[in-house]
C-alpha cells in the first residue's frame, strides 16, 4: 500500500532544512525523505588538536588515517576533507547509487543526513540580484531571507571591511573569529597600502564566535578539519534535529529515492530502503527537490525522459598555492586557532572581464604529508623542513566564477539502468587567465610581506571545487529543464527545485549561504501558493 502526503523534500542538506522551516511554521505537513547515512557528529577525540598530537602513534595512525589506512589511498590533488576518516561516511556510495561515470571531472556528492554541510568550508557571502537574475520584489525576499539564515545558524564576521561589497550590510553577523599570527599580519599589511585589483578582508564564515543554543562558540583549538567537537561550524543535521520537535514534520532516512513518476495524486516516488533494499513506493501533492546539484539534475533529467541530451554543468575551475611569511620562519606553532579559511580576498582581471575569489588559512592542522606537493623539494627533504616552514606558510584557495567552466552532463539510457555521465572542461582562455591571476596574487601577497612559494600552484581535476550549479535555472523562459523564479519545473505543476542546480550562474563567491537563502525564499512562495490553493478549494 503506497503512504500519500502532502508535501515531500527530498534531502536534509542546507537546501531542504532551509525550505522545511518557513513550511512547517506555516503549518504544512512535511515528510522530509532522505538517504540519510549516518556518522557521528562527535569525532572520536576532543580537546585541542595538537596535545592528541602528543599521544602515541597507534592512536595517531588510526585517527588521521583510518583503521585500514585508507586516507592514504585516496586520491591526491583534491581536498584534505576528503580524506579525513571521520568524514568517508559523507561521500560514501554516492556515485554507485546515481549511476555516475566521469571523464575529466571529479564529482563530490553526499548521502549522508546534512549533506555535504558535514565537511564543507563554512564561508558565506551574498549575490547580488543581477547574480541572482531576479525581479526586484523576489529579491528584496531573498534578502529577508539571508536575514533569517543568519539568524538560525549564526555566522561571524566583521561588520565591515573591504569584502563588505560582497556580503550585504543587512545580514548580521556575531564578532570575528581570531585570527592565526601570520592572517593577522598580512592583514595589517594590506591595510597600509591600496590595492585597485585585490582585495582582502575577513571571511564571513558559518562558525560561532558567540554560544547558540545547543551549541558552543568556536574554542580555536585548530579541530575544525578533523571535526569539531563544540559543534560551532554549522550543520544541516543541526536543523534536522529542530525540525523534528515541530508536529508538522516527519523525517524518513535510509530511503534513497530512485525515480519519480507522474500520478493522479500527484508525483509517485520510488525507493530502495538502504539497510534492507526493499522497495518503497510514496506519494506527493507537491515535491520539493533538495538533493544537490547531481541528485536533484538526474531525477529530473530521468522525470522528464530528457536521455541523450547535454546539459551545461557549472563549477569553481581553482588552483590552491602557498605563500610563506619570512617573519614567521622557525615561529613554533600556534596552539589556539580556527584551522579554516582566515582571510577571505577577491582579485579582478579586467583584460578577462572576471572576478576571482578565494581564501587564506594556515596549514598548521594539515599533516605533514599534505605539505610535501606545495615545496620544491624532495619528499625526504619537504618532510624534514616543513617542520621549520609550516608556522610561516600560509595556503591559497582560489576560485574562478563558473562562467569560465564548460562541463556537460547527460543521462544515458542502458539496457542495465539510467546512466549519469559527466564530463569536465575548461574554455581555451582558462590557462591565460590563471597566468594573469596567478601573477597579481604574486605581487600583491608580496607587498604585505608574503612569498610566493615556486612551484606549489596546484591544479586539480575539473569539478574538485565540489560548487556545482545552474543545471535547472531559474529563468522567466519556459523552456524545459528550467524553474521559475519560485522554483517549479517547467511542465510539471507543484514539482519544485530548490538546491543549486537552479541558480542562473554561479559567482565565484561560495555559494551555500545563498543556496540556503533561496531555498528560504521559495519555501515561503510554496506555502502562500498552498495556502491560496486550500481557500480557494474551501470556498468552492
Known sequence: MMSKHSLVIVGSGPAGVSAAFPL???GCDVLMLDAGTEGTLNPASTGNLFDFRQQTASMQAEFFYGKDRQALLAAKGQSPKLRVPHYHYVYRDFHEKYGISTENFHVTG??????????????CYTYSQQEMQLPLEAYQALLQSYQRIAARMGI????????SAYFDH????????????????LLANY??????AFKLGQPRSAVLSEKKGDRNECRLNNR?????????????QFDVVQLQKHTHFKYANRL?????????????LSCQHLITGERQTLTAETLILAAGTIGSTALVLDFMSAFHQPIRLQSNPCFALAFVMPKFLGSSITPKSFAMGQLGFSAHLAQHALTAMGTFYSPEALLANELIGFMPFSKKGAMEFSKYLMPAMLLANVFFPGEISAHRMELVQTQARAQLKIYGGVPSHFERAKKALLALLINALRRCGAWYIPFSCKVPLWGSDIHYAATLPMSTQTQPLTVDHDGQLVGAENFYVVDGSILPTLSAKNLTFTIMANADRIGRAIALRKKMRDEASGQA
Not at 554541510?117 to 563554512?122: I, M, V
Not at 569539531?228 to 561550524?233: N, P, Q
Not at 534513497?256 to 509517485?268: D, M, P, R, V
Open 156 to 163: 561571524s564576521g566583521p561588520a565591515a571591511d573591504d569584502l
Open 256 to 268: 534513497f529515492l530512485q525515480k519519480i513518476s507522474q500520478s493522479a495524486q500527484g508525483y509517485e
Open 224 to 236: 575544525c578539519l578533523w571535526g569539531c567537537d563544540a559543534h560551532s561550524i554549522y550543520n544541516a
Open 24 to 26: 512547517v511554521h506555516a
Open 191 to 196: 591595510r597600509t597600502q591600496t590595492f585597485s
Open 170 to 185: 543587512t545580514v548580521k553577523t556575531e564578532r570575528p573569529l581570531t585570527l592565526h599570527p601570520t592572517c593577522q599580519h
Open 110 to 123: 553526499s548521502l549522508a543526513k546534512g549533506g555535504l554541510s558535514n565537511a564543507w568550508g563554512a564561508v
